[in-house]
């Protein structure tokens, strides 16, 4: 797969990282390597077949990188915790697989990947608030309910930005992210654009600039992430558990 650009690597994450905050950069590598993906399906006549394949090994390794990490912090065991384990392994596993299959069904198995990993911050930061771990991050009380939900939709790759007729605009899932919200984040250095790296709204049609999380925004969500809702508007203290790695592909393959 091509080089990512050099935009990307302004927000690579530097160490050290806490574990909620490694997850939540595993979920934005998981982005860009699916919308890298995506633009090779879209615009490549004729893929090489392994043109995934050394991104893929790298992501399963970071994966296998982050169980390590939460392992490694020895912490009370618990179901929530165990279960988190076991989908980051399982993701790992499917990525791991994905490298030797050709580019269409590798993006299928890491399709929900990002917001797996999310979901495992969720749950790993609430269990580090409830037994008080070292790790744990004071809330970001300068976050608003609406900022809160923008953040955890960018960090889960729902969020991308594009223009038309002199109008910016932003596609997003539910919650809706207005760009409204979208440019106060990006004053506060939490979040910033990638341009022309996430495929089009509709087939043949322009790139959009995908969002993701500054590494300020990942400290900021992860500060909130896993919180009990605040507000109609709050999202990350209401993020679902994520389903097994397993059981989401064979979901969205039948």
């Not at 580019?103 to 037994?131: F, K, N, W």
């Not at 990942?218 to 993020?239: H, K, R």
Request: proline content about 8%.
């Amino acid at each position: 797969m091509t080089t990512p650009p050099a935009e990307a690597l302004l927000f690579d994450m530097p160490p050290p990282l806490t574990p909620v905050e490694r997850l939540l950069h595993l979920a934005d590598q998981y982005t860009r390597h699916n919308d890298a993906l995506d633009v090779l399906l879209r615009t490549a006549t004729e893929p090489e077949p392994q043109a995934h394949a050394d991104s893929a090994q790298r992501l399963a390794s970071d994966t296998r990188i982050a169980v390590k990490a939460i392992q490694d912090e020895r912490l009370y065991e618990s179901t929530e915790l165990m279960e988190t384990l076991v989908r980051l392994k399982q993701l790992a596993f499917l990525t791991t697989a994905s490298a030797s299959l050709g580019i269409q069904s590798a993006r299928e198995l890491t399709a929900l990947a990002p917001e797996a990993a999310v979901g495992c911050a969720a749950i790993l930061a609430a269990e580090t608030r409830r037994r008080h771990w070292s790790t744990a991050i004071a809330p970001d009380e300068r976050l608003t309910a609406t900022q809160r939900t923008a953040l955890a939709q960018i960090a889960c790759g729902h969020v991308a930005a594009s223009s038309a007729l002199g109008r910016e605009f932003t596609r997003s899932r539910e919650r809706k992210v207005l760009m409204s919200t979208l440019r106060a984040l990006e004053s506060k250095d939490l979040a910033a654009r990638i341009p022309n790296s996430a495929p089009g709204a509709y087939i043949g049609g322009p790139a959009q600039d995908r969002v993701h999380l500054t590494p300020a925004g990942i400290t900021a969500l992860a500060s909130v992430i896993g919180l009990p809702p605040t507000g109609p508007g709050t999202a990350p203290g209401a993020t679902p558990r994520p389903i097994p790695a397993a059981t989401q592909a064979t979901t969205r393959s039948r």
